[in-house]
């Protein structure tokens, strides 16, 4: 199709696209013997909803996140409506948490009962360790650096442990339109030669900064699971997690605190950096978890709901 582009999928009309990609869905579907529909996240809901009302067939919604996380319980808009209008249509739905079931609960008044969670499996990664070229402690913030992900409160959760730990440097490596605010924040605050920004990293730059990281925290304000925290406690990082996340349900063993509780996130990396016991005890309790979080555990938890809408 013409309007589908390679490098240009998405493009400044997301809307319209959407609307196509249905259409296109449905025409094709209807060439096709299938059993249940399957989608993923709002940009493919409109395409199962539309599946489903031609040929009748089970909708299963897969939702890694919600218009919710990025907008606030305020956000009310086109994707929002469509993500209702899905998840409602839906015979099933399969957030990758109990904490984005409660929102899709909660927030879009979807019934409960057809609310099933099933987590992200980790993915196995090559994990090594290297030696800083600095002798402070390295506590390490990755992903989008927007509102979502709360940047703004891991740079105040800097300041406070900088206070009490001055031995220790923070990383926020990341890019986003929180960016260039939190960069004159931290200069502000006078603690820039403790607080850097990497921008951008690819995924080798990342393995780079976790070999050599001794707290990872995500203080995010809504986050439908956080993969970013299994990594790093694959790479035997300790860490910090907003309670507001899936993550905070699977590793048990994480220290945890509302993501506005910049007061507790500080004091749990303040002992995490000063407490030798306690950082060995929460990375041989996040090990045990990760046995559990696999892909394929995933995968019969999915032909489980598969089997209930059949």
């Known amino acids: 199709m013409n309007v589908f582009k390679v490098g240009d999928l998405y493009g400044d009309d997301v809307i319209n696209k959407v609307i196509e990609y249905a259409k296109f869905c449905a025409r094709l579907a209807m060439t096709k013997d299938f059993d249940i529909i399957h989608c ?27 218009d919710y996380d990025r907008g606030g319980p305020d956000s009310r808009g086109w994707v929002y409506d469509i993500e209702r209008w899905g998840m409602h249509y839906a015979d099933a739905i399969i957030p990758v948490s109990r904490y984005t079931g409660s929102i899709a609960k909660n927030h879009y008044d979807v ?6 969670p099933v987590h992200n499996g980790a993915d196995p990664v090559h994990v090594f360790h290297d030696t800083k070229d600095f002798p402070e402690k390295l506590v390490l913030f990755l992903g989008r650096v927007t509102g979502q992900k709360g940047p703004e409160y891991f740079l105040d959760i800097a300041s406070k442990v900088i206070e009490h730990a001055p031995n220790s440097r923070f990383v926020m490596a990341g890019t986003g339109d929180k960016l260039r ?19 951008f990293l690819n995924k080798e730059k990342v393995h780079k900064l976790l070999s050599i990281a001794d707290v990872y925290v ?24 907003s ?4 993550v905070s349900e699977v590793l048990y063993g994480a220290l945890k605190a509302d ?11 303040i002992s995490l950096l000063q407490n030798d016991s ?19 555990k995933a995968a019969e938890k999915v032909a489980d709901v598969y089997k209930r809408v059949l």
Request: with cysteine.
């Open 40 to 66: 993923h996240d709002w940009m493919t809901f409109l395409a199962g909803i539309e599946i489903k009302a031609l040929s009748g067939k089970p909708l299963v919604l897969h939702v890694h996140s919600l």
């Open 111 to 116: 019934d409960e009962r057809k609310i099933y």
């Open 181 to 199: 605010g939190l960069i004159e924040s931290g200069a502000y605050r006078q603690i820039g030669n403790k607080f850097h920004f990497t921008g």
């Open 218 to 241: 995500m203080p995010s304000v809504s986050e439908p699971f956080g993969l970013s925290a299994l990594e790093a406690a694959q790479f035997g990082i300790p860490c910090v997690i």
């Open 243 to 246: 309670k507001q996340s899936g």
């Open 259 to 269: 993501f506005w509780d910049v007061d507790k996130m500080a004091g749990h990396i």
């Open 278 to 296: 306690l950082r060995e005890s929460v990375i041989k309790d996040a090990f045990r978890d990760l046995e559990n979080l696999t892909w394929d």
